[in-house]
Nanobody, 122 residues
């Protein structure tokens, strides 16, 4: 059974930091392109950051460049380090994996996890 379990969300003040984790199991983690996707209140899904299977290449949505860092380890865990958080970063954050590519559309990922809520507020 494939599982993607995202944790680490919470309430943080503007300018603060959070690290999201996504524990993966049930598929070839080392062979998967993986991404973090968010859904802001009343909005559609937005690709935030992606990492290729090798970890050698990453991609970020423009508004998070220089503030967020995506990474993965050898223990089947995906991370998103979020620094200098802004109220506009408030969203449900999801992790996703795909063995063929890193789609830009959340629904096209082969595996999708449940979300973890991030709220940035004074």
């Amino acid at each position: 059974e494939v599982q993607l379990v995202a944790t680490g969300g919470g309430l943080v003040q503007p300018g603060g930091s959070l690290r999201l984790s996504c524990a993966a199991s049930g598929f070839a983690f080392s062979a998967a392109g993986m991404s973090w996707v968010r859904q802001r209140p009343g909005k559609g899904f937005e690709l935030v950051a992606s990492i290729l299977p090798s970890g050698a290449a990453t991609h970020y949505e423009e508004s998070v460049k220089g503030r967020f860092t995506i990474s993965k380890d050898s223990e089947n865990t995906l991370y998103l380090q979020m620094n200098r958080l802004e109220p506009e970063d408030t969203a449900m954050y999801y992790c996703a994996a795909d063995l063929a590519s890193c789609p830009r559309v959340f629904s096209q990922y082969g595996y999708r996890g449940q979300g973890t809520q991030v709220t940035v507020s004074p």
